[in-house]
């Protein structure tokens, strides 16, 4: 935008600056070329009454006369009646017109070009009366006396015109400056933004109407970071409030007189407050740690297969299960992968019918992260609208692909489904690697 403006205010000043310098430019030139014309007619004007008065034979006053300007640098010459020339140089020079001016007895200024060709100049015929007969005033002004001191009143101009132009662009940039830098405050606030710090604040500045942009913008991440701590708070308070009947669920499996019983109950009681103790940690992190989060997903994936394994071997479902020996290293928290594990192996376990095989494959993805791929080879999906939010037609809420989903663009990748009836679904997370 800075550049843009720049190069319009240049634009607009150079046909000003043009628009008022060729004219003038011209002016001026005509004003040389006039200035020298009545200069020469006044020097021819003042020979008038000493060529008509000089008696025939009597020339050697106004002769002087024009020895003197011949002398000033003035062509000038005198025809005589009786053929006679006084001056010298080009203007003594014999011209058809000179007698056809004595015979008209009418002044005549007209173009000529010099003996040693060139641009032309311009000739001034005066007639004069005298006792034997008609006399003519010959002057000859030179092109280079026709515009005399022209080229350096353009000088003048372009010299004036060009410190014209370049005011106008400091001005220019600095205009824009003044308009830009708030622009690009507000820009850099808002990717701050866009990158979780909600403190991010801009010091509003410009015009009237940028700096009513960078108020509403402090006014809106103030209003995001209040929705968004309230929300948090909510969600960590609900979980929080879980604790109560899963303590009673414990103080449940203890009294149990079974002692395998007891053991099962209480390490599902105690895998269900891990859960609850994450999913409380999670709302109370702060939004910058999804920015700088790190898991090795290799670890993670293998961990939670290893969980639903059990219970797959009690439902006599086969398992593929394909994970890079090395460490793959993605944007997230090991807590939210898991999570995203868990909901899809759970899709599977309860949209499928028990002995049904599936896969889990991890893979290192195309300039870093890593690919989960969970495929089962049950019914598939007959209706695409099991992949909206909080559907279901097996009782449950609905969420676990919308949480593969979410923790999938959180990384910075991407999720991707297939599905036919009959042909089993196959669900594809491509995870970001962590930020540098």
Known sequence: MRRQLTLLVAATTSVVVLAFLLPTALLLSRLAESSALSD??????????????????????????????????????????????????????????????ATSRAARIDDYTPTGGGSDGKRLLQPVTRPDGTAVIRVLIPPERLSRGVEDAWLVLALLGLGLFVLSLVVADRL?????????????????????????????????????????????????????KAERETVADLSHRLRTPVTVLRLDAESLQDPDERERLGADVDDLMRHIDAVINAARRPVREAWTASCDAAEVVRARTEFWSVLAEEQHRPVEVDIAPTALPVRLHADDLAAAVDALLGNVFSHTPETTAFRVRLTPGDGGGAVLVVSDEGPGLADEAALRRGHSDAGS?????????????????????SSRPGAGTKVTLVLGAPQP
Do not use: C, H, K
């Open 40 to 101: 020469a007619q006044g020097r021819s004007q003042s020979l008038v009454p000493l060529v008509a008065s000089a008696e025939p034979g009597e020339e050697a006053e106004f002769a002087a006369a024009v020895d003197s300007l011949v002398a000033e640098g003035y062509q000038v010459a005198v025809f005589l009646p009786d053929g006679r020339v006084v001056g010298s140089g080009e203007a003594a020079a014999a011209d058809p017109d000179v007698a056809e001016a």
């Open 397 to 417: 809420t609905g969420l676990g692909i919308d949480i593969a989903r979410a923790t999938a663009d959180a990384s910075g990748g991407r999720m991707e489904i």
């Open 176 to 228: 824009a400056r003044a308009l830009t830098r708030p622009i690009t405050a507000l820009a850099t606030a808002a990717a701050s933004l866009e990158q979780g710090q909600l403190t991010t604040r801009v010091q509003p500045a410009g015009p009237p109407e940028i700096s009513a942009v960078g108020a509403e913008l402090n006014r809106l991440a103030a209003r995001i970071g209040d929705l968004l």
